[in-house]
């Protein structure tokens, strides 16, 4: 018998490289084909991740990438419970909450570009659920992984900058809908803090990468000689 670990920390780097071509590769379609008008989103809103993935080639490309994302992301939140019950002794339903979120994600990305009220509203509260259920796993993560001293000083810093941005991020968008709602500032802001949204998602991701990385976390496989 002999053990042959499988390093884990492809999984999160996986799904921040998966979700980065996915929303680029939708942009940058759907603006060849003319379904949006060509800026650069992160600073001028012209249009959503969502909006961008929505037709043509672009949107079964985005689907093509994400739903397999989406069962990655749901395998990382196990793996991250696992990595926190050897070092903190529990998990506090972080794996429930990240499989929830990988469900609402695959949801929303499979009727992504589907017309009708009822698949209207799967979108929009799958990446309500997705982006709740992620946030909440975050900082559930990052309080016990602190606490059981499993963190170094560089990822827990990214980590607590990632969470503290993104919570930023919804009082600036509660804010705006209340000074400038129902206007096209509105609109365009709403787009530009949801391309950053992204941004702090993949570094939460990649950030778990190299924690990972650095201290060697392996899955142990067994297998027999011949």
Do not use: K
């Not at 980590?159 to 129902?182: F, K, R």
Request: aromatic share 12%; charged share 15%.
């Amino acid at each position: 018998m002999s053990r042959s670990p499988i390093p884990l920390w492809p999984v999160p780097l996986a799904i921040a490289v998966t979700l980065v071509v996915a929303a680029h590769s939708a942009w940058w379609l759907s603006v060849q084909a003319g379904y949006v008008p060509f800026c650069v989103p992160y600073l001028e809103g012209c249009t959503s991740i969502s909006r961008a993935a929505r037709h043509g080639l672009g949107n079964h490309v985005f689907r093509l990438l994400v739903l397999p994302c989406a069962l990655l992301v749901g395998i990382h939140w196990w793996l991250a419970a696992r990595w926190l019950r050897e070092r903190a002794g529990t998990s506090a339903g972080i794996a429930g909450m990240g499989v929830i979120g990988a469900v609402a994600l695959a949801v929303y990305a499979a009727f992504l570009g589907s017309e009708g009220e009822m698949y209207r509203f799967l979108r929009r509260y799958g990446v309500i659920v997705y982006f709740g259920c992620s946030y909440l796993a975050q900082l559930l993560f990052l309080r016990l992984a602190r606490r059981s001293g499993g963190l170094d000083r560089l990822t827990g810093t990214t980590m607590l900058t990632v969470c503290v941005a993104m919570l930023v991020l919804g009082i600036t968008n509660v804010v705006a809908t209340a000074l400038v709602g129902g206007t096209e500032l509105q609109d365009r802001l709403e787009n530009v803090l949801e391309w950053h949204l992204g941004v702090l998602l993949v570094a939460w991701f990649l950030a778990h990468a190299w924690l990972w990385r650095r201290e060697g976390y392996a899955l142990a496989t067994h297998f027999r000689r011949p």
